[in-house]
């Protein structure tokens, strides 16, 4: 059973790996590629906008107006999808911090625990842990006379901290782990406590390593976001379906889902960039 | 079978722990049919995308800018927009522009159904990610054993089969094992278009049976156990391949 | 066994990376069972004359032929030169996913379609050639320096080549396992290989070389016969040289 | 193996415990008005029971009756859109005090909730095809794709009868726009949102019929928790719920959102106001 952890680290998605510089130099090559890739977008996109408009030859109100009138409220519930990856990740992260903790301490049954807590939401799928939040959280907490209402949206936040939490935790462990045990050593001799060392010396060498990886995950996490439309709340992807009954018309189907694509993408490619280029930075450093 | 249906029963009946998959003909067969989707989805999507990732990676090694930039936008693209997006982007807008054809009743019908077009899309995405993994791992065999291989009379191709690939798949190996692992649990989206898979099979059973909570368990613990035993294979087949006193 | 027969002419051969001219105006004939040595200061272009040989980098100027293949031919058969010319690596280069023996046998087995049993009997002996028998089944990662160095040579010789390529191979190993290799050389420049050697052994290249070539800057400054060249250098930078390293 | 299992459950124990203590709630009433607000699940994607107008907000003939009850309590309103699939689920988790989301009055649902009689609405089962698929009778679906919605509770009657090849979605609108796009033949539904999306006069769907006949006719209900039902808050509804009949308040809402008249509203009109 030890199959879940191991070398594998990541399951839920891959760190972005990226070749080094070798190939296209460092930042100029970066520059050139985005715009390629910006370039190639476009091509695509208005090649099948073309097909649409092509298919269903008698436009009624053109489809570049229907998409426009759509954009506020589609948007509004991309606003939305934000603001419940930014809370999840907020969220998924301070657990998260906490199992990774966990799997370094020095006792057995609370390393044994994170562990296991660790793979297990690693390695659910996130619609599932979604669907297992909305269902099976109440709808309030009670501490002592405390009553904490909670409404879905922020049972759909929990939901996809989850899997967050269990990634960060993973991420955590792995950053602490890359310091070579010369560090632990060399403080240990210096009569370091275990705290000290832990947090003057090995995390703030851990967290350079760490951010690239986080920043993935948060891309993914807002990729996710999407999810929450599954079970019922509202948000870009909601809205857009509701759009496309409204107006019934097949030949917007490509452009409003292609135009839904494209928001995440503006959002998540940048991020997928910077999250490269720090990669690369701390490599050096490293 | 008998003794462990009756068993179920009397947890339902005394304690509410409603588990009609265990005693429950059609909602057991319901969940079967569920878990095998599940399990054919996966192993053909994951064929697809290494097939994928194996073309797009070479593709990145040819000497033309224009197909390389190709692959580079589609990877791009696949990886940084929301698979849900994507699979509804084809069953929905995609599937409308393909050409119908004509089914046994006369009706046009379009060409590929929702179980295609969730192999299609996911089988996309993940190929986009293994166009990276594959890309990475043959960027990490140097350049001097390529030039020695070269050295050796080998041509082009020849390297590539006989000595990249090998020893960029060992590379590649955990990576590829934590995307494929990644594609499993990415089937779970095809609920989202109604392909009758694991979910969709565990979302009919309890709006119907109304135990959301015991089904819950079940799907969860089902999906750790299908990845835990696709972890273990791809376990076993990078220890299968690994070279003594050589570290990947 | 030197004869008279050139086996490799290198005519004015220029090479350049980018703007750097890394060689200029080269010119040196090998005859068939000789030795030579190319010695100088690093950088000086004698990696890259050995690359330009075996058509592992292309000449921008000049002529290279060797046993009558024109290396600088557009149509060049890169597969009969490289029947022809054997190259042994600084970094050993062995393939880590073979074993030893596969290792030697893989190109005239993939590459030359050679019967497979027969090529395993000439592995074996030139495994005992370079006194790795025992080692046929090992995987290269588990080999020293010098024991993947042999190998190394071990697989070169597999081809049947005419004309040994050697580019600093002892240059990354230690003083111990370095006798092995330069052993092994000299057992094959002395059963009559043409050997090309790229080296900073003095004591080696004076000891087996039949010529001394001495580069900097990307031109031969001077060469000769080994006793006379490092006896009377003529030239002030190869004195300096040669001052430095002895 | 066994050992990790055991470790897991022992993990999430204190998720699980969390998870199982759902507080029951004692007088709804006075909780309601204490909030201010009513919580009501709705449906947001049924036009015109409960629908999203162009801004976003969520109108239709459902919401009017919840805003006649936040009116009476003297408190607001807040809608959560719900589906089929977890409409009861909410309600008896407490997220809900109310739900109003076309919901079909079953035996089998009756045990989990308390609906709230007389009945505000009836529907039936059929089919929204277009007029190309030729359909006759419900043997025509047979083998062919229908798409239907998760959680609708002829999904499993039709199929059991009929034996189409159903594509359940999650929501409405992704079943209307497979529709649309030509990814099945129809739609199962409730004949009263064919009905009226037919008769709504849009030019979309002018190549859309209703082909079948209607068939397990259901009465919809609004739904309380089952220890409200016989408490003062599902007494406060079902005295409502009389009143919208007798007023003929219910008449009217259908008019106003385009429904067609139905023979049930109709009937219990004149039952209920003696006339």
Request: hydrophobic share 50%.
């Amino acid at each position: 059973m030890r199959t879940l952890s191991g070398t594998t680290d990541l399951p839920v998605l891959l760190p972005r790996r990226m070749p080094s510089a070798t190939e296209w130099g460092a930042a100029d090559g970066a520059r050139f590629f985005g715009s390629r890739t910006w370039l190639f977008l476009l091509l695509a996109m208005s090649a099948l906008s073309v097909a649409a408009q092509a298919s269903d030859a008698p436009a009624r109100a053109g489809i570049v107006e229907t998409v426009w009138k759509w954009m506020p409220l589609i948007s509004s519930g991309f606003l939305f999808n934000l603001l419940v990856s930014a809370a999840s990740m907020v969220l998924g992260t301070a657990l998260g911090v906490l199992l990774g903790l966990g799997q370094i301490s020095l006792h057995p049954s609370v390393r044994k625990a994170s562990w296991t807590l660790t793979q297990f939401f690693r390695n659910a799928p996130w619609l599932v842990l979604l669907f297992f939040a909305m269902f099976l959280l109440p709808f309030e907490l009670r501490i002592g006379g405390l009553v904490i209402p909670l409404p879905a949206w922020l049972k759909a936040i929990i939901g996809l901290s989850l899997p967050v939490m269990g990634n960060v935790a993973e991420i955590v462990r792995g950053g602490i782990r890359s310091i070579p045990t010369g560090q632990w050593e060399s403080a240990e001799s210096l009569a370091f406590s275990r705290m000290q060392i832990l947090w003057q010396i090995i995390i703030p060498q851990a967290v350079k390593r760490m951010i690239p990886p986080w920043m993935n995950l948060y891309a993914i996490l807002t990729m996710a976001t999407t999810l929450i439309s599954v079970v019922g709340i509202q948000d870009a992807m909601t809205l857009t379906r509701g759009a496309l009954v409204a107006e019934a018309r097949t030949d917007l189907y490509l452009p409003l889902y292609f135009m839904l694509l494209l928001m995440f993408f503006a959002y998540c490619y940048p991020i997928a960039r910077l999250t490269l280029m720090l990669e690369r930075r701390f490599a050096v450093n490293a | 079978m008998q003794p462990v249906a009756e068993f179920f029963r009397w947890l339902a009946d005394a304690h509410g722990i409603n588990l009609t998959i265990f005693y429950d003909s059609v909602d057991r067969s319901r969940f079967l049919t569920g878990l095998f989707t599940t399990i054919w989805l996966s192993i053909v999507c994951i064929f697809l995308s290494i097939l994928i990732g194996l073309t797009g990676a070479l593709i990145q090694g040819a000497h033309s800018p224009i197909p390389r930039a190709a692959v580079r936008s589609f990877v791009q693209f696949f990886r940084n927009t929301p698979p849900l997006v994507q699979l509804a982007f084809f069953y929905f807008a995609v599937s409308a522009l393909l050409p119908m054809v004509t089914d046994r009743h006369g009706v046009k019908v379009p060409l590929i159904d929702n179980v295609g077009w969730a192999i299609i899309s996911f089988s996309l995405f993940a190929g986009a990610f293994n166009v990276e993994i594959f890309r990475s791992g043959i960027e990490a065999v140097p350049k001097s054993t390529i030039e020695a291989a070269e050295a050796l009379g080998y041509t082009r191709v020849k390297a590539y089969l006989y000595i990249i690939m090998p020893l960029a798949f060992r590379v590649c190996l955990p990576a590829l094992g934590n995307n494929l692992v990644n594609l499993v649990k990415t089937t779970t989206l095809a609920y989202a278009i109604g392909v009758p898979e694991l979910l969709y099979a565990a979302a009919q059973i309890w709006s119907e049976v109304l135990n959301v909570r015991e089904m819950m368990w079940v799907l969860l613990f089902t999906y750790i156990i299908i990845v835990a035993v696709l972890v273990f294979v791809m376990h076993r087949w990078e220890r299968a391949l690994r070279i003594p006193g050589y570290s990947a | 066994m030197t004869t008279t027969q050139p086996i490799v002419v290198i005519e004015n051969v220029e090479k350049r990376f980018g703007a750097l001219v890394v060689l200029k105006d080269v010119s040196l004939t090998v005859k068939r069972g000789e030795t030579i040595c190319i010695i100088g200061p690093s950088g000086s272009g004698k990696s890259t004359l050995l690359r330009c040989i075996n058509a592992l980098a292309p000449i921008d100027k000049g002529q290279i032929t060797v046993d009558g293949i024109a290396v600088n031919d557009p149509a060049l058969d890169k597969l009969a030169l490289r029947r022809r010319v054997g190259v042994v690596f600084q970094q050993y280069n062995l393939f880590p996913h073979k074993t030893a023996l596969q290792n030697i046998m893989m190109a005239p087995v993939q590459v030359l379609k050679e019967d497979k049993v027969e090529v395993e009997a000439r592995a074996r002996r030139l495994l005992a050639k370079v006194k790795l028998s025992e080692k046929a089944d090992v995987y290269p990662g588990e080999l020293s320096g010098g024991q993947q160095q042999r190998v190394a040579i071990a697989r070169s010789l597999a081809m049947n080549p005419k004309v040994m390529l050697f580019d600093e191979v002892t240059a990354a190993l230690d003083p111990e396992t370095k006798k092995e290799v330069l052993h092994t050389i000299r057992e094959l420049a002395t059963e009559g290989m043409t050997c090309v050697l790229v080296t900073h052994e003095m004591g080696f290249a004076r000891e087996v070389a039949d010529h001394i070539y001495f580069t900097d800057g990307g031109v031969i400054v001077e060469h000769g016969p080994p006793a006379e060249f490092f006896a009377r250098a003529k030239e002030e930078r190869t004195r300096a040289f040669l001052e430095q390293v002895l | 193996m066994k050992s990790i299992l055991t470790g897991i459950m022992a993990a999430l124990g204190l998720f699980a415990g969390v998870a199982t203590t759902i507080a029951q709630t004692p007088d709804t009433i006075a909780q309601i008005k204490q909030r201010g607000t009513i919580v009501v699940g709705v449906k947001n994607d049924y036009k015109p029971w409960g629908f999203l107008d162009p801004s976003g907000k969520i109108v239709g003939m459902e919401i009017d009756l919840v805003d006649e009850i936040a009116k009476k309590l003297g408190v607001k309103v807040e809608l959560i859109p719900v589906t089929a699939a977890n409409r009861m689920e909410f309600l008896n988790q407490g997220r809900t005090d109310l739900v109003i989301a076309t919901m079909g009055d079953t035996e089998a649902r009756r045990k989990v909730v308390g609906m709230i009689e007389p009945n505000y609405y009836a529907g039936a089962t059929n089919v929204l095809a277009p007029k190309s698929a030729n359909l006759k009778k419900w043997e025509d679906l047979k083998d062919r794709k229908v798409c239907a919605v998760q959680g609708a509770y002829y999904n499993r009657r039709v199929t059991q009868l009929y034996q189409p090849e159903l594509i359940v979605f999650p929501a409405v609108p992704d079943a209307l726009n497979a529709l649309i796009g030509g990814n099945c033949i129809a739609f199962l539904f409730d004949d009263t949102l064919i009905v009226s999306t037919l008769a709504g006069g849009d030019q979309k769907w002018a190549g859309y019929e209703m082909p079948l006949t209607s068939e397990d006719p259901q009465l919809w209900a609004i739904g309380v928790r089952l220890t409200d039902l016989d408490a003062p808050f599902g007494k406060l509804i079902k005295e409502m719920s009389v009143d919208w009949h007798k007023s003929g308040k219910l008449l009217e809402l259908e008019k106003k959102w385009g429904i067609k008249s139905s023979p049930y509203l109709v009937e219990q009109n004149k039952k209920l106001s003696g006339s």
